[in-house]
Structure formats: structure tokens, C-alpha cells
């Protein structure tokens, strides 16, 4: 049964106000990070995306690439094999050239085919007799060739070619005398434009980037293509300085050292090649639909938080209102106790307030074994004073001999309230009887100096008289009876000529049957 009390519990305005305000916070919060990591799972998602899609051009374009490069590697090799064991003097060199046409026919990708002696001297190519001869001494590829006994194929830096004009890609093979020593060049050209032509069927956006380059950073094709393609070099990009020296292939998001655009790159050492295959597409891009689901879900988290934010301002003013109407309920309540417990005329507490605090007090009277002091008050003549002076002037005189009793209380406990009529009644907590004696006869004494004029008592001002009983550890009852014999000792007061105090100690156990029997007081003033 207790876990229902518990949950029937009433909770105050001011933590049901803090309740709201946190669930508030705490729905709010929530919100915002559900929305957080929605977010941030479509953007990982929207990259991954583009990452996968990046990667499938790469594996493409070295695809491409491979097999661009092979065919032209294997023509190579066989012209090669020829030149060194038939030579080109003769009818071998028209052999050569009819050969050389033909397959730039049949192999997919190759401008040309060339074949260079030991000075660099053209002595045989594929396109027609009437092509002049020159001389190639000066290219890098020659250089290179005549410089190394490498017979590997030779892939070169984007050169313009003296034939056509166009810019070509050399791959190249050494042609080696049979003593060794350095015989000429075997050459087949690729043009840059042919792979441009395949990067353009490639699906990149516009700001995207498709391109090949040598392991040294030299660019041989790129989408989109540029003026100076032929002596840029990104070997100081971060794919090759960040991502290449650690992995052959990967995904990262790099910003440009050719135009600065931030993408979204996959790159790829193409194998068994000295070339490096890379796409990329701008996060520009990739993010725009990303973009446009951020916004609306801010927009709609927003509009939702503010819904919330609304409700609960709306929902807090309203407690409180009713924290202000319970708080003003609580200040009339307090007053309405204190006006049910204040005399309305003098402003003292009322016979209710006085019985409250009596039955009180006796009761800690009687478990302490202590005594507790009652003073019954009465003013002398006060009806003769009405007739006299009327009840408003009466009422006024009640105020001032009020005024001047409740001066007389001193300590916290002590009360002093009406009793009734011209009757006023004192509590004295812990009092012995010369303790109550001398409060009564300083109430009595400040009512005489005070000099209230009484025409109609014989002293000609206005006086009091007092009962007072003190009660040694009274019993749990009985102060009804010690309410009596204060009444009887007031009596008795007014019996011997009023302005006077009359007191008795009552002792023993059983106080309210001594109050009963009529025993003297034991000290009478």
C-alpha cells in the first residue's frame, strides 16, 4: 500500500514548475540529438556513397588505362624483337613501316609508332613516306633509354608531338645492338585526348575531377582538362604526399592543389604501371541533397522545440498562477486563523487562542512536573464605566488596559489574551506564585498610573482586580477547575474591595481535587 501513497503523493507548485521545466529540457535535448545523429549518419551515408561511387571510376580508368597501355607495350615488344634480330636495313624497313601502320589500325589508342637508331634519327613510323624525318635526341624518353640498359617499357611525361601537334603520351622500349650497347627507341604514342574522351562518359559532377599521373606527380590526362596540362605536377597534393607513401589505394576527402576545390577522392597506383589513376567529386556535390535534409530537419526540430518551448512557458505561467493564487491562499488562510484567534476589539488573542495555548501547556506542565501560572483579570466597575461614558468610550478603554497587559508579557511562552467582556486572562509557563504575584500586581500597578478616568468608582480612576492560582505538577486534567478557582479568587478579590490581587498555590498530584476541596491560598496579597 505504501508505493500508492507514494505515487498519489501531491507534488508542490514549485517542483511540478522544475518537473516541467526539466522534462522540457530533457524532451528538447533528446530531439536535438536525435536529430544530431540523423543527421550525421545520412552525411556519413551520402559519403560512403560517393566514396564506393569513386572508387568504381578509378577501377575504370586503370582498367583503361592497363589495357591502353599493354596493347601499345606488347606492339612495342615485338617491333623490338624484330628490329634486334632482323635489323632495318632494306626491305626490312619497308616491312617495318607497313607492319607499324597496320597495327596503329588495329590496337585501340595509338597515334603512332616510331622507331629511332642510336642518334635519335627516325627510321621507320607509321604514317605515310612523304613525313620528313627528324631527329628525337632531345626527348626525355631517348635520353632515358640511352642513359639506362633498363629494357622495361618507358612511360614519359605529355609531350607534343613534332608529327601531329597533339599532345601524346611516349611509352617506349629499348632497342639493343647485339653487343649490348645502345641500338635506338622503339616508340608508340597515346593521345592525351583519348583518355579524355573516355573520362567524359565517366558520371562526375561538374566540379569533379578525373585524372592519370606518373609516380612522380606529372599529369598525363585529366577531366576536366587543362591549358597547362602538360607541365602541371601534383606531386604536392596530399595524394601523393599524405596518402600514397602509406597505402596504393584508399578514399579521402582533399582539397585541391590545382583549383581548391574540396572533394571527395578515391586513388589507385595502377599495377604493374608507373602511374597513379585518381577520381574525385566535390563534396559540393555530394552534400547538396544532404544539405536541403539539414535544413529541413532544423527547420522542423526548430519549429518543434519552439512548439515545446511555447507549451511549457505557457504551462509554467500557469502553475504559476497558481503558485500566486495558492501562496495568496495560504496568506488568507494564515489571516483568517489570525483574526479566528484575535480578539477584533483589542488585538489580543481570543478565549480560543487561550484555551489552545492552555491545554498546551498544561499537558508539557504535566509531563515536566513544573508549575504553570493562571491570572484572571477583571476591571473594576466596568459596567458603571459604560453607563457613564458610553460603550465607544468603553471600547476604547477596553484597547488601553489591553495594551497595557499584553505590555506585561515578557517571555515567549507567557500569553495574554481576552477572556470575555472586561474579563482578561494570563498564561505564565514555568511561573512560581511570587513570580505570578508580581506580574499581576505590575498590571495592576500600570493600569492605576496610567490615571483612566472613572467618575463612577470611588476612586475616581480606572482600576483592576486579579485572581491568581499556580498549579505545581498538575495532572494531565484539571484546568478546567483551575480556570474555576482563578474565577473564585478574582471573586474573592472584588469581595474585599476591588483593585486587588488574590493568589494561591495549589500542590500536589491530584491539584484539581485540591482546587475542589476549597483549600486556603497559601499566600493571598
Not at 221 to 235: F, K
Not at 271 to 298: F, T
Not at 393 to 417: M, T, Y
Amino acid at each position: 500500500m505504501k508505493h500508492f501513497s507514494f505515487m498519489s503523493t501531491r507534488l508542490t507548485a514549485s517542483a511540478l514548475s522544475k518537473a516541467l521545466i526539466s522534462f522540457i529540457a530533457l524532451v528538447c535535448l533528446s530531439l536535438i540529438l536525435a536529430t544530431a545523429w540523423q543527421m550525421n549518419q545520412s552525411k556519413r551515408e551520402r559519403i560512403a556513397t560517393a566514396q564506393i561511387a569513386v572508387s568504381n571510376i578509378v577501377l575504370a580508368a586503370e582498367q583503361q588505362a592497363q589495357d591502353t597501355l599493354r596493347q601499345a607495350d606488347n606492339t612495342l615488344r615485338d617491333l623490338v624483337e624484330r628490329v634486334e634480330h632482323d635489323g632495318i636495313a632494306g626491305e626490312q624497313q619497308t616491312r617495318l613501316t607497313k607492319l607499324m601502320a597496320q597495327a596503329v589500325v588495329n590496337v585501340e589508342g595509338i597515334q603512332g609508332l616510331f622507331i629511332y637508331d642510336a642518334q635519335g634519327n627516325w627510321v621507320a613510323n607509321s604514317f605515310s613516306k612523304g613525313v620528313k624525318a627528324k631527329t628525337n635526341d632531345d626527348r626525355a624518353y631517348f635520353v632515358y633509354h640511352r642513359d639506362n640498359a633498363d629494357e622495361s617499357i618507358h612511360i614519359g611525361s605529355i609531350v607534343e608531338s613534332r608529327n601531329t601537334g597533339d599532345m601524346v603520351i611516349p611509352i617506349s622500349r629499348r632497342i639493343t645492338a647485339a653487343d649490348g650497347s645502345f641500338a635506338g627507341v622503339a616508340l608508340a604514342t597515346v593521345p592525351v585526348a583519348y583518355f579524355q574522351k573516355f573520362f567524359e562518359r565517366m558520371d562526375v559532377d561538374d566540379k569533379g575531377v578525373i585524372f592519370l599521373a606518373l609516380n612522380n606527380g606529372d599529369l598525363l590526362a585529366r577531366r576536366p582538362t587543362l591549358t597547362a596540362l602538360m607541365t602541371t605536377n601534383v606531386a604536392k597534393g596530399d595524394i601523393f604526399t599524405r596518402y600514397l607513401p602509406y597505402s596504393d589505394s584508399g578514399t579521402a576527402v582533399i582539397t585541391s592543389v590545382v583549383d581548391g576545390i574540396e572533394r571527395i577522392y578515391a586513388y589507385r597506383r595502377v599495377s604493374g604501371l608507373p602511374i597513379v589513376a585518381a577520381a574525385g567529386v566535390s563534396c559540393e556535390y555530394v552534400l547538396a541533397p544532404w544539405w536541403a535534409y539539414a535544413q529541413r530537419s532544423i527547420i522542423l526540430t526548430g519549429m518543434i522545440i519552439l512548439a515545446l518551448v511555447l507549451l511549457g512557458i505557457l504551462l509554467y505561467r500557469q502553475i504559476k498562477q497558481v503558485m500566486t493564487a495558492e501562496g495568496e491562499l495560504n496568506i488568507a488562510r494564515n489571516e483568517l486563523e489570525i483574526i479566528a484567534q484575535t480578539d477584533s476589539l483589542t488585538h489580543l488573542p481570543n478565549r480560543r487562542c487561550f484555551d489552545a495555548a492552555l491545554h498546551r501547556e498544561w499537558g508539557r506542565a504535566s509531563r515536566n512536573h513544573s508549575t504553570i501560572a493562571i491570572i484572571l483579570l477583571d476591571i473594576d466597575w466596568f459596567k458603571q464605566y459604560n453607563d457613564n461614558y458610553g460603550h465607544l468610550q468603553g471600547d476604547d478603554c477596553l484597547k488601553q488596559v489591553a495594551g497595557l497587559i499584553a505590555n506585561s508579557v515578557k517571555r515567549a511562552g507567557d500569553v495574554a489574551a481576552r477572556y470575555g467582556g472586561e474579563e482578561f486572562v494570563m498564561l505564565l509557563p514555568e511561573t512560581d506564585l511570587a513570580g505570578a504575584l508580581s506580574v499581576a500586581e505590575k498590571v495592576k500597578s500600570s493600569i492605576a498610573d496610567n490615571c483612566m478616568e472613572h467618575s463612577a468608582s470611588p476612586l475616581g480612576k480606572l482600576t483592576i482586580s486579579s485572581g491568581v492560582v499556580v498549579i505545581d505538577a498538575p495532572e494531565k486534567e484539571g484546568y478546567t477547575a483551575a480556570l474555576e478557582e482563578a474565577d473564585r479568587l478574582l471573586y474573592f478579590a472584588k469581595t474585599k474591595g476591588r483593585n486587588r490581587v488574590e493568589g494561591r498555590l495549589i500542590q500536589g498530584a491530584r491539584a484539581d481535587n485540591h482546587l475542589a476541596e476549597g483549600l486556603p491560598a497559601t499566600l493571598v496579597i
